[in-house]
């Protein structure tokens, strides 16, 4: 038997085949992690004194919910006077901002001039430079309580696309509307309930909160009287054990302000 003969060995100027296709390696990563962006703009930063530097950054820290000037006294330690010259010169710069807390307008709020304060700090829609914008929400009033009149009950919803079909451009979020008739609900003039699908009820589906004109029940005071839905009424009468001088609901009923 003649001998076997060996493989031929790869020449130089050819690469051996590997058994295996290579695994690519991804292209290598510089392995320093980029510098983390400043908690401020450094054009600000950068033309600020120490002092202001420092109080700029706390009150910044602080949002749009801004800082009690006393509160950043106690945090970083500071004389009244020395803090009322540091926020002033940081006012007087365009940098920070006064603004009126409505829940305590005794105190001095500062905060980022270019950020806007939260509705828990203005008040939200209603409010115009800390103030209550009573001609604004009686507007709105008006224009929910036209449409609880012409629908006889409603939804929020369907009061505020009753209002914007009236209006385009009055611009209120259903939102608005809905705190709108909770105030009215609990100044009386809207009565909050839930529709039964009958009635005055019959445009809005059953089981869905909704309002009406407050005040009595559309029949008089009378149908609201606990007799119509009680159980034992033929068992009542004046000199029974069951009667209108013995019954309880009956003596809160005549208790209620109507």
Not at 9 to 31: N, R, W
Not at 127 to 142: C, E, F, I, K, P
Request: with cysteine.
């Amino acid at each position: 038997m003649p001998p076997r003969k060996r493989p031929l060995e790869p020449s130089s100027g050819m690469p051996a085949q590997p058994d295996a296709k290579p695994v690519i390696s991804p292209a290598s990563k510089s392995t320093s992690a980029p510098a983390p962006a400043p908690i401020l703009p450094a054009s600000i930063l950068n033309n600020l004194p120490g002092p202001e530097r420092e109080v700029y950054k706390r009150i910044y820290e602080a949002g749009n919910k801004g800082m009690w000037s006393q509160d950043i006294r106690y945090a970083m330690k500071l004389a009244a006077p020395t803090l009322t010259k540091l926020t002033r010169a940081l006012v007087q710069r365009g940098i920070l901002k006064e603004v009126t807390d409505v829940r305590h307008r005794g105190k001095k709020v500062f905060m980022d001039a270019r950020i806007e304060p939260s509705p828990e700090i203005t008040g939200g829609t209603w409010y115009h430079n800390g103030q209550l914008d009573t001609d604004a929400v009686a507007a709105v009033r008006r224009r929910c309580l036209d449409q609880i009149d012409r629908l006889g009950a409603a939804t929020p919803d369907m009061v505020h696309k009753g209002v914007e079909r009236e209006d385009p451009r009055a611009g209120y979020a259903i939102d608005q509307i809905r705190d709108i008739l909770q105030t009215m609900a609990l100044d009386r003039v809207l009565e909050e309930c839930r529709s039964t699908g009958e009635g005055e009820f019959s445009a809005v589906r059953a089981g869905r909160v909704c309002y009406r004109r407050g005040g009595a029940p559309q029949g008089g005071m009378i149908e609201g009287i606990p007799c119509g839905v009680c159980p034992r009424i033929d068992e009542c009468s004046p000199d029974g054990v069951i009667s209108p001088t013995t019954c309880v609901y009956y003596k809160k009923w005549l208790q209620m302000d109507f």
